[in-house]
């Protein structure tokens, strides 16, 4: 004769509260991965040409002359507001002026429009153009333009980028802070 010992498993149930302990921890680790995910996959833009190196966009080359506080560049320049930049600034930023140089390289020529252009803030948000002078213009071969574009960007936006047409990235620098908001 055979005896056979069965052992008895118990099967303790944990408690449903305990799970639910891990749950917020779990969210705020996904969303981090999201945001560095996010970032590592912004990373693979390639970097920036330098503050007045040129950049290549379709037919020619395009270089930043200069970026600073708009105030600042009028109260240099002795020149009245245009009535587009007449309204308030929100607080905690302010308006800079980029001095873009383009230049037609190829036979075609090419066709500059100031909306191809935004500035990049780190973490990915842009700035739209405000106003620009000329907004638009055909260049022929082995002509040069210079414009000035107007972006409301924050007091304390670090690396800022300007892209533009044939995805050219030009850094805009430092120089554009104001220190406190303003025009």
Excluded: C
């Amino acid at each position: 004769m055979t005896t056979q010992t069965t052992a008895a498993v118990s099967v303790e149930h944990s408690n449903p509260g305990s799970r639910r302990r891990w749950i917020p921890p779990a969210v705020f680790l996904l969303a981090l991965l999201l945001v560095l995910g996010r970032e590592f996959v912004s990373a693979d833009e390639g970097p920036s040409t330098m503050l007045g190196a040129s950049g290549s966009v379709p037919g020619g080359l395009a270089r930043l002359n200069g970026v600073m506080p708009y105030t600042q560049f009028a109260a240099q320049e002795g020149r009245d507001v245009p009535a587009e930049l007449g309204g308030d600034v929100p607080s905690g930023a302010h308006l800079v002026i980029v001095l873009l140089e383009v230049t037609a390289m190829e036979p075609g020529g090419l066709e500059f429009d100031a909306d191809d252009y935004v500035v990049e803030r780190l973490g990915g948000r842009a700035s739209q153009v405000v106003w620009a002078s000329p907004s638009e213009a055909p260049l022929e071969q082995n002509e040069t333009m210079q414009a000035e574009l107007v972006f409301e960007v924050p007091d304390k936006a670090l690396e800022l980028t300007l892209e533009g047409a044939g995805d050219v990235r030009l850094s805009m620098g430092t120089d554009h802070h104001s220190g406190v908001g303003g025009r």
